[in-house]
């Protein structure tokens, strides 16, 4: 875990992942959340849907050097507390949050 790149922590059925917000991981969230802008994405982040943390944390997990996809991260049991405050940790060490 490199704290320096802004990587966080994610525990998901047992298994130790890491996040991290990068430059595709935020045109990914862009894309599929259907965003004009990265200053669109604090507002919906204020109610996401369970299918926006699934998007977001897809693309942070890729980030983060994982290979996975938003329908594999929902066939897992993932614990969505634990899921929002690990995007919020991401965003904050990204300086992207207030």
Known sequence: ???ARGEVPLTIEGEAHTL???IGAL???ETALGLASLAELET???APSVRDVIAILAALLRGGGHDTDERALGARQVD???AAKAIADAFQAAG???
Do not use: D, P, S
């Open 20 to 22: 991290c917000v990068t």
């Open 1 to 3: 875990m490199n704290k």
């Open 44 to 46: 919906r982040l204020k």
């Open 27 to 29: 045109a990914e969230i």
């Open 80 to 82: 969505l507390g634990a």
């Open 96 to 98: 992207l949050a207030r």
